[in-house]
């Protein structure tokens, strides 16, 4: 820790850094009851905290490996930290990005001077053609998040936090690979032991979570991609060993409490954070509800904002979800007149956001609902107990292929024979869903799709195929190395498709 924090004090990175904003944000704050600052790291140059860290290892650096130049993989932030080092240090950059990354990044990097190479389907492709590449270049590998140099890049956030504000009870910060909260926590550990620090994660990317849970760096099976800023399947080696003894707690949120943290940071401050960025805010949120605390002094990092235009979409979609301010909900109804009315008597005043139904058959209707809420969870029960009172009631808040794909899909059903759902993700690039076509193969007839593109790293697709014998059928999947789930026991694919 000393190492991390004598290098922190006398860091360098202020030449390309700057001292961001703690800005207090004033509504959050308000609806909370507590004193929420957020860290603007999303103001650095590049739009993210980690030229601090790149900056701190490659000004390290002696001139002889300097004149070899730097090899670094990162499908986002890291590169461009990397790729503005090296431009004010006069290196040569390589960066290794994977095919799926974004034109926008990979416009970024090379506007700053970094060259570009396109490697693999995910980080782990391009992670091992740096390698490659450092072996036979003899070039000095920049790693993200695993290095002490890195470490204490980044512990100049926390510097800066304490030279910013006086009274700070808790810090919260987002993990991914661990740098930045290693080297938060043992500059904040050294110099205000009673500051608590709190990490943030993913619920589909729990990589420090689950290695403190069990005293080891496991190495998740997969990772969710919406927070792709923080989709690591390890925790650094280094990174590890600090949190074990200095974070005093992991926060894991919904990519739905992401989005809503997303729009509160917006609200505040008029700035759109990337996922990433806004992690640590939706932990924030998370951790006040969860500890019942008040008027307390929290600080939320904002670690970056590079998000893609076409994300807004799908974040402004889901944004209410994760607030509570909508319910989406499954109602099964007699196909009779009247039906609607009485429906539609018992929601009262309540606001409707989406309304979807077609005629299925003479028996029943199945009705899909979006409900506006304005008293979160609380309403939410009243109104479904309400409305149980005359009808079957599903909430499908939660159910991801419902929220996904189906509320963009109802309007009918099919007589589809031996008909299985499968639902899928791909890395995103152009010509990948032919690619992925064409790799299901003509063996089975394809009932049902829909494909939705929201501008991230992963395509996503719902698939019906007619198919007497699955165990086939996934064999053929598995040979495509992508993840799939089977949701032919859904019950929105069962009431709606």
């Not at 987002?174 to 500051?195: D, F």
């Not at 739905?256 to 954070?273: L, Q, W």
């Not at 991801?400 to 899909?409: D, G, L, V, W």
């Not at 501008?455 to 014998?469: E, K, M, T």
Request: glycine share 8%.
């Amino acid at each position: 820790m000393n190492k991390i924090v004598n290098l922190a004090d006398n860091s360098s990175v202020y030449e390309v850094a700057k001292v961001t904003p703690l800005v207090n944000a004033e509504q959050l704050s308000e609806r909370f009851d507590n004193q929420i600052y957020l860290k603007r790291e999303d103001e650095q140059s590049i739009h993210a905290f980690k030229l601090r860290g790149a900056y701190q290892k490659m000004s390290s650096l002696a001139p002889s490996q300097m004149a070899k130049g730097v090899v670094a993989s990162s499908a986002g932030n890291h590169a461009q930290g990397v790729a503005l080092a090296a431009k004010k240090l006069g290196v040569k950059a390589y960066i290794v990005m994977p095919l799926s990354t974004p034109k926008i990044k990979v416009e970024a990097v090379q506007r700053l001077g970094g060259e570009v190479l396109l490697f693999g389907d995910v980080y782990d492709d391009a992670y091992g053609y740096a390698k490659q590449l450092e072996a036979e270049r003899d070039l000095c590998f920049i790693h993200p998040y695993d290095d002490f140099e890195v470490i204490a890049g980044q512990a100049t956030v926390a510097k800066e936090i304490l030279e910013q504000l006086d009274k700070i009870d808790v810090v919260f910060v987002p993990v991914g690979g661990g740098g930045l909260i290693a080297g938060m926590a043992s500059y904040l550990k050294h110099y205000a032991p009673h500051i608590k620090v709190v990490g943030v994660e993913p619920k589909d990317s729990p990589t420090l979570t689950y290695s403190l849970e069990n005293n080891a760096r496991l190495i998740l099976s997969d990772v969710g991609r919406f927070a792709d800023g923080v989709a690591v399947k390890q925790i650094g080696e280094i990174p590890f060993e600090i949190a074990k003894e200095y974070v005093d707690e992991m926060i894991l949120v919904s990519n739905d409490e992401i989005c809503a943290a997303v729009k509160d940071i917006y609200e505040d401050v008029r700035s759109i954070a990337e996922p990433a960025g806004a992690l640590a805010t939706a932990g924030a949120k998370k951790y006040i509800q969860s500890h019942k605390i008040a008027s307390q002094n929290l600080v939320a990092v904002i670690s970056g904002a590079n998000v893609n235009f076409d994300r807004l979409r799908y974040i402004a979609e889901r944004a209410d979800l994760g607030e509570l301010t909508e319910a989406i909900i499954a109602v099964t109804m007699p196909e009779k007149p009247g039906s609607f009315l009485k429906f539609c008597r018992l929601l009262a005043n309540q606001s409707i956001t989406e309304f979807n139904y077609r005629y299925a058959d003479s028996g029943k209707a199945h009705i899909f609902v979006g409900v506006g809420l304005s008293n979160g969870e609380a309403e939410k029960r009243a109104l479904i107990e309400r409305l149980r009172a005359g009808f079957e009631i599903i909430d499908m808040s939660n159910n991801s292929m419902a929220k996904t794909h189906i509320r963009y899909m109802v309007g009918g059903r099919a007589d589809a024979k031996s008909e299985v759902v499968y639902r899928f993700e791909f890395p995103e690039r152009p010509g990948a869903l032919l690619e992925f076509l064409e790799k299901v193969g003509t063996n089975w007839n394809i009932s049902l799709f829909h494909y939705r593109n929201h501008g991230a790293d992963f395509g996503r697709v719902l698939i019906g195929l007619q198919v007497d014998n699955t165990s086939e059928l996934e064999a053929r999947f598995d040979e495509l190395g992508y993840f799939y789930h089977n949701e032919s026991n859904n019950k929105a694919y069962q009431y709606f498709l």
